[in-house]
């Protein structure tokens, strides 16, 4: 062992422990001595003093670590004062453990002998005796070593300067009273002032034009509550133009992890403030427009419904029959529309509730097959169901999942040519309790860019659109918050040329 002290009678009390516990011990009385004999002796283990001549503990022990012929031997530093930052030091320094002197002897004999059985073994070699270096040489080391680290930590400090004072940022730091210690040149130009102007000066006074109770209470609310804290406000150029910032505090923390300050980072938020304020403008507008848009297709259905009623009652010539049941199918077509229109409006608000009811959901899709069968007859298409298991019963709202499965069934009349096929599937998925109905067409297809974009409303697909068949653009849009609301979820597989193939889901 090498113990190092400037006390006589430490190193006594010292030397006399490790004795009686069978250890070879060599002294030292100054960090010179004890750096020469580490060389000479090369010690299995080294407990050195803090404060000795010529060199202190500190620096015996960091010159000794940057040495691999000599960093392998474990080192503890030894103090005869607690203060604040000493463990600290000596573990930055390189050093194994701490102790201090005059504490509980056995926990020192505990910690050699757990750094004696962890240190790493080294080979015995048989080699001649090296003299150790003298004092200059090991001075001469040592000042080398300090302004290696002088330089690497000026350099690391004008690195993070550069990197502050280019952030487009502002930031801020304060100490404890509040008073800034640097201002970076974002936050000079946000207020207009110099560095020199803010610096020293305390925010709390309500310095001219700094930042004021926005500031403060983040600042505030970071140093008691040790934590980020969030705030945003305005800062005045000295101009008297105010700039909106959203201010982002953390406290300012040294070596130990004891609060001494604050930093606050100043984001310009003019654009986001811009555009929020333009987002209200528009759903203002947007409100304006449904509302508008609800009061006319609202007014419009009752006189049209007058008018399909009226017609209803007619008994026309068979000259006539022809353009009467045109005129009905335009009615209905038009009357569903505004229907649409309105559901869609509520369904958007939160206004419209579900009807929920046992039901089948075979009968369901005969009566879809049902309303667009005509249609389907004219182009000699081919419409099939399969539902497994046959029995398949639903709690829904009966009227608005017809109107789904209706909406579903008249697109793929619409867009399957002459003499194609369309089939209804429906099954249980056990794996997520959900009913899967899947309407299968042999039209076009659809684009994939398209998938989401037919679910909004007065969306279609450009594909369709060149032929001469047109729809509204409702009906989908229609389709999703009515499943959706129900829980569920749809959506469409197809590719271009081989039909589409319409899915949506429904809680079992």
Known sequence: MLAADDSPLALTILTRLLKGEGYRVVTASDGIEAAQLAYQEAPDLIVLDIEMPRMSG?????????????????????SSIDVRGTEFWSLRTGADAFAVK????????????????????????????????????????????????????????IELKTIVQNLRDGVLTLNLAGEAITANEALCKMLGKDESELLGRVFADGLDSVPGDGMLSAFTAAITEGGAVEEETAIEHSSGLKTPVAISAVPLKDYLGATIGCVC??????????????????????????????????????????????????????????????SLSGGQMLLGMINDLLDISKMEEGLMTLDKSPLSLKKLIEDAFQQVGWLAAEKELDIQADIV?????????????????????????????????????????????????????????????????????????????????????????????????????????????????????IPH
Not at 467 to 489: D, Q
Request: aromatic share 4%; glycine share 6%; proline share 5%.
């Open 58 to 78: 500190y620096q015996v022990c960091r010159l000794l670590k940057r040495d691999p012929a000599v960093a392998h031997i474990p080192v503890i530093i030894l």
């Open 102 to 157: 005059g504490a509980n002897s056995s926990d020192l004999l505990k910690t050699i002998q757990t750094l004696l059985a962890n240190a790493p073994k080294q080979p015995k070699k048989q080699v001649e005796p090296v003299s150790p270096p003298g004092p200059e040489e090991i001075l001469s080391s040592v000042c080398a070593l300090m302004n290696e680290e002088l330089y690497a930590a000026t350099i690391g400090r």
């Open 265 to 326: 980072l100043f984001h310009d938020i003019t654009r986001r403030k811009e555009i929020e304020q333009l987002m209200v403008q528009m759903q203002a507008l947007d409100k304006v427009k449904n509302d508008l848009t609800h009061m006319i297709v609202h007014d419009l259905r009752t006189p049209l419904t007058s008018l399909l009623a009226g017609l209803q009652t007619l008994e026309p010539s068979e000259q006539d029959r022809e353009i009467l049941d045109i």
């Open 389 to 505: 298991p046959s029995d398949i019963e639903l709690h829904a709202d009966a009227e608005k999942l017809l109107r789904v499965l209706v909406n579903i069934l008249g697109n793929a009349v619409k867009f399957t040519p002459a003499k194609g096929n369309i089939k209804a599937r429906a099954r249980i998925d056990t794996a997520t309790a959900e009913v899967v109905v899947g309407i299968a067409d042999s039209g076009e297809g659809i684009p994939k860019e398209a998938f989401e974009r037919i679910f909004a409303k007065f969306e279609q697909v450009e594909t369709r659109l060149a032929g001469k068949t047109k729809s509204t653009g409702l009906g989908l849009a229609f389709c999703k918050l009515v499943i959706e609301a129900h829980g569920g979820r749809i959506w469409v597989e197809s590719e271009p040329g081989q039909g589409s193939t319409f899915f949506f889901t």
